[in-house]
């Protein structure tokens, strides 16, 4: 890469953090109901408003060194996590996809996929909110980008959903309906067959996590595990590398 391009990239990086910044405020907020736009960041512990030395991404939870500057409580590790998980998967999209209509497509899904998998992971739910604005924007962005044709998505969309709604059917109940609708998104933005094929990722790295979980006896066996982070991760993995490791597996055949 020429300087220009390690320049973008560091800019994606640092915009990561920052959209990332903004995630964390979804996470914590969503949930509970509160509204994203209209309220100041504030301590979640003493309800101090923060200053803008203290919404600095990451580098304020370093200089801060985890602790609310006010009343001296821990702040939550998710932040910074957030934050740093964000930079790095807006780099790693643009490595990918360059300066293109493709990169501004995957940057919105791989956000929503991190907001969503964080509010899963602590709520065991998949707020209607995202799913909508996930749908119009794969839509939209469908078309912007033309790189994934109706009829592809269509079936990606239809596949992913219509694989995880028989399971639920069949388990009664052992799938949660978030799951099927975030499917539904995955498979929209991705088409076929990349769309199930992140799903199908999603659900073998889901199942191994699962079984070294039995294994330890960290969680047991009537014990929830979301599903939703595996989907963004299988997900993810298809966006990068669904392509050659499909080829690949035909050629193997």
Same mark, same amino acid.
């Given at each position: 890469? &020429? #300087? ?17 910044s ?25 309800g101090?408003? =923060?200053r803008w ?9 370093l ?18 996590? #957030? ?23 995957y ?6 996929? #991190?907001?969503?998998?964080?509010? &899963?992971l602590?709520?065991?739910?998949? /707020?209607?909110?995202?799913? $909508?604005?996930?749908?119009?924007g794969?839509?939209?962005?469908? $078309?912007?980008?033309q ?11 239809? *596949? ?5 709604? =028989? ?11 978030? &799951?099927?609708?975030? *499917? ?5 933005f991705?088409?076929? /067959? ?9 659900? *073998?790295i889901?199942?191994?996590?699962? #079984?070294?979980?039995?294994?330890f006896?960290?969680?047991g066996?009537? &014990? /929830? ?9 299988g ?9 050659? $490791? ?8």
């Amino acid at each position: 890469m &020429d #300087v220009f391009h390690y320049f973008c990239l560091f800019f994606v990086f640092i915009l990561g953090m920052c959209i990332g910044s903004f995630l964390n405020v979804v996470i914590y907020r969503l949930p509970r109901g509160e509204s994203i736009t209209l309220e100041r960041s504030h301590c979640p512990s003493c309800g101090k408003q =923060l200053r803008w030395y203290e919404l600095i991404p990451l580098f304020s939870y370093l200089f801060l060194r985890g602790r609310c500057r006010t009343c001296h409580e821990p702040i939550s590790h998710r932040y910074p996590i #957030v934050e740093l998980l964000t930079g790095i998967t807006f780099a790693l999209v643009f490595l990918h996809f360059g300066l293109t209509l493709e990169l501004l497509k995957y940057l919105f899904l791989s956000a929503l996929l #991190v907001a969503i998998s964080f509010i &899963d992971l602590e709520y065991f739910i998949i /707020p209607n909110s995202l799913i $909508i604005i996930g749908l119009v924007g794969g839509v939209i962005l469908n $078309i912007a980008a033309q790189d994934v044709g109706f009829v592809s998505a269509l079936a990606g969309l239809l *596949v992913t959903s219509g694989f995880l709604l =028989l399971i639920a059917l069949a388990s009664k109940g052992g799938m949660g309906g978030g &799951d099927i609708k975030l *499917v539904a998104v995955t498979g929209l933005f991705l088409g076929w /067959p990349l769309g199930p094929f992140g799903l199908i990722l999603g659900a *073998v790295i889901g199942g191994m996590i699962a #079984v070294v979980l039995l294994l330890f006896r960290i969680k047991g066996r009537k &014990d /929830p595990l979301p599903f939703g982070p595996f989907i963004a991760l299988g997900t993810f993995i298809s966006i990068l590398y669904g392509s050659q $490791i499909i080829n690949w597996y035909l050629q193997y055949i």
